[in-house]
């Protein structure tokens, strides 16, 4: 197991384990973005030469609580260099010539819920934790491409709208019923389970990881295309950050 700051990656045959360390709540804070992208580059470096599969899962409470606004809001070149290097790690997985899986083993808001949802698979928790797209309740519009990956992984406009305009918070077997959690399990451990062992089948399956990523760049092309948008910090005055900064 080597460490990469604020996660973890643990090689168990052909599969990557990254585990987000610590009890907090895992707030993507540019230094915790940066320690997973560097996970994800030892990752692909590693994984030219067989079929491999990534499974990314969090200690403590909270698989993340999403963006560190309390952190980015204080001026704008925070909040474009935390949008611009989260963006950058969406790319880093949507691209990654392999099978991904978050282990949702506790809750994951607003952009720590579009990292769960950046995985090709999500299992989760059942007794503990939720999901939740939390902009409508602490006002922060939301982006353009996060929007673009919500379309990408919710075919039903219906999902959609509980999820972003009602902010539901959307327990293991809800997302199962909704269609974007692929399995709820009864606790972290046997989440993380279920992971490996899923991850173990797609490895047998021995696919090629440059036709695997190719396939998932065309799938989520319109996330893709929509990367270079940071529409959203260049709207978000002081008055603004503010009202959120009071609600959260």
């Known amino acids: 197991m080597e460490s990469e700051g604020l996660c973890t990656l643990e090689k168990r045959g052909n599969i990557y384990l990254l585990t987000l360390t610590g009890n907090d709540d895992h ?137 972003v305009m009602k902010a539901a918070k959307v327990t293991a077997e809800m997302g199962v019923q909704m269609g974007f959690v692929d399995s709820a399990h009864s606790g972290a451990e046997e989440t993380v389970e279920a992971a490996i062992k899923l991850g173990e089948e797609l490895v047998s399956r021995n696919w090629d990881g440059k036709t695997y990523a190719g396939c998932r760049k065309t799938l989520f092309l319109e996330l893709l295309n929509s990367l270079g948008s940071d529409e959203t910090v260049g709207d978000y005055g002081d008055e603004e950050a503010n009202k959120t900064l009071a609600k959260l």
């Open 27 to 163: 707030r993507l804070h540019p230094n915790l973005i940066d320690s997973i992208s560097g996970a994800l580059r030892r990752v692909r470096s590693e994984s030219t030469c067989s079929s491999s599969a990534l499974i990314t899962t969090a200690q403590g409470k909270y698989f993340s609580n999403g963006y560190d606004l309390k952190w980015a809001l204080v001026d704008k070149a925070r909040q474009k260099l935390m949008s611009r290097k989260l963006r950058s790690l969406v790319s880093d997985l949507i691209t990654l010539p392999m099978p991904t899986i978050a282990a949702v083993t506790g809750h994951a808001s607003a952009a720590g819920f579009v990292f769960a949802l950046c995985h090709d698979y999500i299992l989760m928790r059942k007794d503990r934790g939720f999901l939740y797209m939390s902009e409508m309740d602490i006002g922060f519009p939301i982006p353009i491409w996060f929007s673009a990956l919500v379309k990408c992984r919710m075919g039903s406009a219906a999902v959609r709208r509980e999820v």
